[in-house]
C-alpha cells in the first residue's frame, strides 16, 4: 500500500472521527487544561459527529476534505473543537484535488493542517493538542524515503503520537498535578488511530457506551476556574475577504482561538462577558450560530456537587445569578430573534442592547424556546451527575418550552431516570420564587416528592403583577390590535399586566398614569396580606435598578420584611413589558 484512494482517505477520516466519539466520556474526565470544566470531550464530540454526519465522499480528494472542513467548522466546540475544525481546514487546502494520494501528499497537507492550527490559537501551549499534531506530522515526513507500506509509516506514526502523548504530563504542570495527560492530545491520538484503523478497512462503529479506559481520580482542589466564567463562540458568516477577529476581541478575555473557512469563521474565547463579544462582532459579519457555556457550574457540579437532586428552569425565570450558582440550578435559555439574527437570553444580549438593536432595525424582536434535542443533551448530561431531575417551566400557555420539556424527558422514561416537569402556570419573577422556594426545600434536605408538593401547592397561590410604562411593546407584540393600542395611548392608558390561573396573560387592572397604576399594585398587595398573608415575594425590573429599589421599598413598608430577592428581567420579559416597567409576584400562606 504505497497510496490510496480518496475513498479510503474519506473512511480513514470518518473512522478517525468516530473513534473520539465513542471515547467522549473518558476525555471529559481527564479534562483539566485550559480549564477544568470537563467538556473536551463533548467538544470534540460536537467537531466529530459534525464531520460524520454531515460530510460527503465527493468525486476527487479535494473537494471530499473540503466537505470534512467544512463540517468540522459548523460542528466545533471548545478550545480543541476549533483547533481540530482548523487543523481540517488547513488539511483541505494543502491536499491534492486527485483521486490517488501518495504519502508526499498526504505529508503536505498534514504540514499545512499542523501549521493553520497554530495560527488558530492567540497563544499557542506545547504539550497540548498543537503538539500531538507537529509529532504526527514529522513522524512521517522523516521517513518518506523509506519506502514503508502508507499504513506501515502511519502506524510507526501513531506510536510516536501515543508517546507525546504520555509525554504532556511532563510538559504542563496542571497535568503533572493531578497525573493525567492533556485531554485534547489524547483526543487527536484516537483520531490518528481511528484513521489507521479505517486506511485498513477495519470499520469502527459509533458506540453508545464510550467508556473504554479507567482513570486515575483527579482531586476537586486541584484545579481552578481562572478569571473568565464563560466559554463563549459565535459563528459568523462572511466574505472571502474576512479579517483577522482575534485582536478585536482579545482584551475581554483569554483562550481566544479563531478557526477560519472559505464563508464561516467560528470564534472562540473565554470571558465574563458575552454581549460585549456579540455586540463588537456585529458589525463584522452575520453572526448565525451563538454558544455560551458557563464554566463556573460546569466545574461546581464536577468537583462540588451540592445536591443528588438537580433544579432546571429556562431562562424566563427571573432570579438572581448568585443564587442560581449557589443551588447549582441548571438553566435552558431561550433565543431573542431581531430579524434573522439570533441571541441567548440573558447571556449574548442586555435589555437595553435588545432595545437599540430592535430600534435600529425597526424589527420587534421575538422569542424562540429550546430544541428538544438541545434538552435532551442537558437531562443527558445531568444525569451523568444526579439522580433527580425536578423542571420548573415557564407557563404552558405562554411557551413551547413546557412542552419542549416534556417531550425530551419522554426520552428517559425506559431508563429508571427520574426526571420531573411541572408547569408552573407563571413567568418571570413569579416563576423565579417558585424556582426560589424549590431551592429553599432542596437546601432543607426535603424529598423530590415534597419539593414537587410544595411547588404544585404554591403555584395556586402565587400571582405576578406587572406596572407597564409604555404601550409600544404590547402593540409590536400584537397583544394590543394597532388600532386599540393606538386608543390606549391616546387616552394615557397604563394597565396593570397579570397572568390568570392557567397562565394565560391578562389585563389585572387599568390606571391612567404610572403613579395610580403604582398604587393600585400597592393597594393589592397590602389587601391580599392582610386577608391571606404573604409568605414570600420578590421584585424585578426591566431597565431601571433605581425603580426596582424604589418598588422594593414600598413593598417593604405594607408586607412588613423586605423582598427575598430583586433582580432584573430576562431579555424575553423586557422584549413583551417595555422600558420602565416593573413586577412583583407573591406566594400567600
Known amino acids: 500500500m504505497e497510496t490510496i484512494t480518496h475513498n479510503e482517505l474519506y473512511n480513514g477520516l470518518i473512522n478517525g472521527a468516530r473513534e473520539v466519539m465513542n471515547n467522549r466520556i473518558f476525555l471529559n474526565d481527564i479534562n483539566v487544561f485550559p480549564v477544568a470544566d470537563g467538556d473536551t470531550g463533548s467538544n470534540l464530540f460536537s467537531t466529530m459527529h459534525s464531520i460524520v454526519h454531515h460530510s460527503e465522499l465527493r468525486d476527487d480528494t479535494k473537494t471530499t476534505v473540503e466537505t470534512i472542513a467544512d463540517s468540522a467548522i459548523i460542528g466545533a466546540r471548545g478550545n480543541s473543537g476549533l483547533i481540530f475544525a482548523q487543523y481540517f481546514q488547513g488539511f483541505s487546502e494543502g491536499i491534492t484535488s486527485e483521486k490517488v494520494i501518495t504519502i508526499e501528499n498526504f505529508a503536505i497537507a498534514l504540514k499545512q493542517g499542523m501549521e493553520y492550527a497554530y495560527r488558530a490559537v492567540e497563544h499557542p501551549v506545547e504539550g497540548t493538542m498543537l503538539t500531538t499534531m507537529t509529532v504526527?506530522?514529522?513522524?512521517?515526513?522523516?521517513?518518506?524515503?523509506?519506502?514503508?507500506?502508507?499504513?506501515?509509516?502511519?502506524?510507526?506514526?501513531?506510536?510516536?503520537?501515543?508517546?507525546?502523548?504520555?509525554?504532556?504530563?511532563?510538559?504542563?504542570?496542571?497535568?503533572?498535578?493531578?497525573?493525567?495527560?492533556?485531554?485534547?492530545a489524547k483526543g487527536f491520538a484516537y483520531f490518528v488511530k481511528g484513521f489507521l484503523e479505517g486506511i485498513r478497512g477495519h470499520v469502527i462503529a459509533e458506540d453508545d457506551s464510550e467508556s473504554f479506559e479507567s482513570i486515575p481520580a483527579i482531586s476537586e482542589d486541584d484545579h481552578q476556574i481562572g478569571d473568565y466564567r464563560y466559554c463563549t463562540e459565535a459563528l459568523i458568516e462572511h466574505n472571502e475577504s474576512s479579517e483577522d477577529l482575534k485582536s478585536l476581541i482579545s482584551d475581554i478575555g483569554d483562550s481566544v482561538v479563531e478557526v477560519k473557512g472559505k464563508s464561516k469563521t467560528r470564534l472562540h474565547i473565554h470571558t465574563n462577558d458575552p454581549a460585549e463579544m456579540f455586540d463588537r462582532l456585529s458589525s463584522h459579519g452575520k453572526i448565525i450560530e451563538q454558544k455560551v457555556d458557563d464554566m463556573v457550574r460546569q466545574y461546581d457540579r464536577i468537583h462540588h456537587r451540592k445536591y443528588k437532586t438537580v433544579i432546571v428552569t429556562d431562562s424566563i425565570a427571573d432570579l438572581p445569578e448568585e443564587i442560581i450558582d449557589d443551588a447549582q440550578v441548571h438553566v435552558v435559555h431561550v433565543s431573542l430573534l431581531v430579524g434573522d439574527e439570533t441571541y441567548i437570553d440573558k447571556l449574548t444580549i442586555?435589555?437595553?442592547?435588545?432595545?437599540?438593536?430592535?430600534?435600529?432595525?425597526?424589527?420587534?424582536?421575538?422569542?424562540?424556546?429550546?430544541?428538544?434535542?438541545?434538552?435532551?443533551?442537558?437531562?443527558?448530561?445531568?444525569?451523568?451527575?444526579?439522580?433527580?431531575?425536578?423542571?420548573?417551566?415557564?407557563?404552558?400557555?405562554?411557551?413551547?418550552?413546557y412542552n419542549v420539556f416534556s417531550k425530551a424527558a419522554e426520552k428517559f422514561a425506559d431508563t429508571n431516570k427520574?426526571?420531573?416537569?411541572?408547569?408552573?402556570?407563571?413567568?418571570?419573577?413569579?416563576?423565579?420564587?417558585?424556582?426560589?422556594?424549590?431551592?429553599?426545600?432542596?437546601?432543607?434536605?426535603?424529598?423530590?416528592?415534597?419539593?414537587?408538593?410544595?411547588?404544585?401547592?404554591?403555584?395556586?397561590?402565587?400571582?405576578?403583577?406587572?406596572?407597564?410604562?409604555?404601550?409600544?411593546?404590547?402593540?409590536?407584540?400584537?397583544?394590543?390590535?394597532?388600532?386599540?393600542?393606538?386608543?390606549?395611548?391616546?387616552?394615557?392608558?397604563?394597565?396593570?399586566v397579570s397572568l390568570d390561573e392557567t397562565g394565560d396573560g391578562e389585563v389585572f387592572k387599568i390606571a391612567f398614569n404610572p403613579k395610580t397604576a403604582l398604587k393600585k399594585i400597592l393597594k393589592h398587595v397590602k389587601s391580599v396580606n392582610e386577608s391571606k398573608g404573604i409568605k414570600h415575594y420578590a421584585v424585578t425590573y426591566v431597565d431601571d435598578p433605581k425603580l426596582g429599589q424604589e418598588f422594593a421599598e414600598q413593598l417593604t413598608g405594607i408586607v412588613g420584611k423586605e423582598p427575598v430577592y430583586i433582580t432584573k428581567t430576562s431579555g424575553v420579559i423586557a422584549n413583551g413589558a417595555g422600558v420602565g416597567a416593573v413586577a412583583v409576584a407573591y406566594i400567600t400562606e
Open 136 to 184: 504526527f506530522y514529522e513522524a512521517l515526513s522523516k521517513e518518506l524515503g523509506s519506502h514503508e507500506a502508507f499504513d506501515k509509516l502511519l502506524e510507526s506514526a501513531s506510536e510516536k503520537v501515543e508517546s507525546a502523548v504520555e509525554h504532556t504530563t511532563e510538559q504542563l504542570k496542571v497535568l503533572k498535578k493531578s497525573s493525567v495527560v492533556d485531554s485534547g
Open 350 to 401: 442586555t435589555n437595553e442592547k435588545l432595545f437599540d438593536v430592535a430600534k435600529n432595525k425597526g424589527i420587534h424582536p421575538t422569542s424562540s424556546q429550546p430544541t428538544t434535542r438541545s434538552v435532551e443533551d442537558a437531562f443527558r448530561y445531568l444525569l451523568t451527575y444526579y439522580d433527580n431531575v425536578v423542571v420548573l417551566s415557564v407557563a404552558k400557555a405562554l411557551s413551547g418550552t
Open 418 to 496: 427520574n426526571i420531573h416537569v411541572i408547569d408552573t402556570k407563571q413567568n418571570s419573577v413569579a416563576e423565579g420564587l417558585i424556582v426560589w422556594q424549590a431551592i429553599e426545600n432542596l437546601k432543607a434536605g426535603k424529598s423530590v416528592d415534597e419539593i414537587l408538593s410544595v411547588a404544585e401547592q404554591s403555584i395556586s397561590q402565587s400571582k405576578i403583577l406587572v406596572k407597564i410604562n409604555t404601550l409600544d411593546n404590547m402593540i409590536a407584540s400584537g397583544r394590543l390590535s394597532v388600532r386599540a393600542g393606538g386608543i390606549a395611548k391616546k387616552i394615557g392608558l397604563k394597565p396593570i
